[in-house]
Nanobody
Framework: QVQLVESGGGLVQAGGSLRLSCAAS????????LGWYRQAPGKQRDLVAT???????NYVDSVKGRFTISRDNAKRTVYLQMNSLKPEDTAVYYC?????????WGKGTLVTVSS
């Protein structure tokens, strides 16, 4: 069993930065693929970025060059550094931990980018 708790969301002006953190409990964190999804009001939940246990990363095109995902297995934490934020980045951001046959989700943290 894995429990995920996100933090770091808030209100920021366009062009600003935020760093999201997701702290995990459970012993399987270091072997899982970790990631961030986001859900804007009235829209579906979409992939933002993932990082495998080996450190390979993947990003949706709209955040490439602006967002960086990283993990610290010793701290059981995954991060999302978000720079050059845009109003269209406004959403609830969810972290996930995926292992064979099951994916765990956090409850989300709200990011609001004002223009």
């Amino acid at each position: 069993q894995v429990q995920l708790v996100e933090s770091g969301g808030g209100l920021v002006q366009a062009g600003g930065s935020l760093r999201l953190s997701c702290a995990a409990s459970g012993n399987i964190f270091s072997t899982g693929t970790l990631g961030w999804y986001r859900q804007a009001p009235g829209k579906q939940r979409d992939l933002v970025a993932t990082i495998t246990s080996g450190g390979s990363t993947n990003y949706v095109d709209s955040v490439k060059g602006r967002f960086t995902i990283s993990r610290d297995n010793a701290k059981r934490t995954v991060y999302l550094q978000m720079n050059s934020l845009k109003p269209e980045d406004t959403a609830v951001y969810y972290c996930l931990c995926s292992v064979p046959r099951v994916t765990y989700w956090g409850k989300g943290t709200l990011v609001t980018v004002s223009s």
